[in-house]
């Protein structure tokens, strides 16, 4: 079946790095996805992976991906008081455009 | 500001209401998406149109209805709502509907419905 699992809350202090993990059922996702809900907000996406990538950096963020173990994660390095928010994990299936969510993680960012 | 845009962004409405949402995307996309944002649960995946085609209906109850009449406007029609459909709606765009590139959906910032 398809079900993207995330633990819902993580708490670090501000400076810290914080690590939100995911783990995906589907083997075949071409995509998967980091979006961030702020309070009262829609999703923004933050940075996406191509699956046969194992690793990507953009200015503070880092995604890892290990397929074997279908795991992802985003690591936010220097973390701010405004990237507190709800972060979730997405993955494409195949040809239908359809992304199934995790539930999301609550990141609270403590001064 | 994500080029995606709802309306209206709070809504009110009874049981016996007929009320619609509104979705306008500004970025030249040819997919567009509704879905639910309940508490506690994951994001839910309503409505799926391509080309103004719809392509998917999640099992979605009657009460809610779709309308797509051109690439770059989506509507959700209400009526006869119950209060367990109070949630946040949000709309989303892709350039195709096979997110190639990589770009993903892009969303807008929701509608939020209480049903009384």
């Known amino acids: 079946g398809e079900d993207v699992e995330q633990s819902l809350f993580l708490s670090v202090r501000e400076g810290d790095s914080s690590v939100i993990n995911c783990t995906y059922t589907d083997s075949s996702s071409t995509y998967l996805y980091w979006y961030k809900q702020e309070p009262g907000a829609g999703l923004q996406l933050l940075t996406y992976i191509f699956s046969n990538m194992d690793m990507k950096q953009d200015q503070r963020l880092t995604v890892l991906l290990n397929k074997k173990d279908k795991h992802l994660s985003l690591r936010i390095a220097d973390t701010q008081t405004g990237d507190s928010a709800i972060y979730f994990c997405?993955?494409?299936?195949?040809?239908?455009?359809?992304?199934?969510f995790g539930q999301g993680t609550t990141l609270q960012v403590k001064p | 500001e994500t080029g995606v845009t709802q309306t209206p962004r709070h809504l009110v409405m009874g049981m016996t209401n007929k009320k619609s949402l509104k979705c306008e995307q500004h970025l030249g996309h040819n997919a567009m998406y509704w879905y639910k944002q309940s508490a506690k649960k994951p994001l839910e995946l309503m409505f799926v149109y391509n080309f103004k085609e719809q392509t998917e209906n999640n099992s979605v109850p009657s009460r809610f209805s779709p309308e797509c009449p051109n690439s770059s406007h989506l509507f959700l029609h209400l009526h006869t709502l119950q209060p367990e459909d109070s949630a946040l709606y949000l709309c989303a765009s892709s350039q195709v509907l096979q997110t190639s590139g990589g770009a993903g959906q892009f969303f807008g910032p929701g509608t939020r419905l209480t049903v009384l």
């Open positions: 997405a993955e494409i299936l195949g040809n239908t455009g359809k992304l199934i």
